[in-house]
């Protein structure tokens, strides 16, 4: 019996291929920003102080810097998380319960339930992979309804 790598230890990623980043979440919030930035004057607003978007800024940044470092990889028993070459977390793939891409026009944010937790990621990553490998490696498992409101 192997034993895996504990999850602070150093190990190049598998062979198995990285999901694609994806710059697009981190380009729009840092657009939002500048935008509410130049529109403060035309609107003064507490939403458009010029303090709201440096902070909205500064998350833009961070999830862009994020986004140069983070990788999932998709290997046969677990999702892997790796920063540059060292693991962060597994998450085998018998804990998961379901799982969810939120809002599918323009993904933003990746939900999975495991056993103990749950998780919310940022989609840093190609959503279209992202799916794909969702439905190869976990093709019995329901995915997550999204809530809805029936008249």
Avoid at 21 to 36: E, F, G, K, N
Avoid at 44 to 73: E, H, K, N, Y
Wanted: overall charge positive; charged content about 10%.
């Amino acid at each position: 019996m192997s034993a895996s790598p504990a999850p602070n230890s150093s190990s190049a990623p598998s062979a198995l291929p990285a999901l694609s980043p994806s710059y697009r979440l981190p380009w729009v919030i840092i657009a939002i920003a500048l935008l509410a930035l130049t529109c403060q004057f035309a609107l003064p607003t507490v939403l458009l102080q010029p303090w709201v978007s440096l902070i909205v800024a500064l998350l833009g940044v961070f999830l862009l810097f994020q986004t140069t470092v983070i990788r999932l990889v998709f290997e046969a028993q677990a999702l892997v998380v790796y920063r540059n070459q060292t693991v962060l977390r597994r998450f085998p793939y018998q804990d998961w319960q379901s799982w969810s891409i939120f809002w599918a026009p323009v993904p933003i944010l990746f939900y999975f339930r495991e056993v103990k937790s749950i998780h919310f990621l940022p989609i840093l990553f190609s959503p279209r992979e992202l799916r794909q490998q969702l439905e190869t490696h976990l093709a019995d498992l329901e995915k997550a309804a999204p809530a809805t409101t029936t008249p």
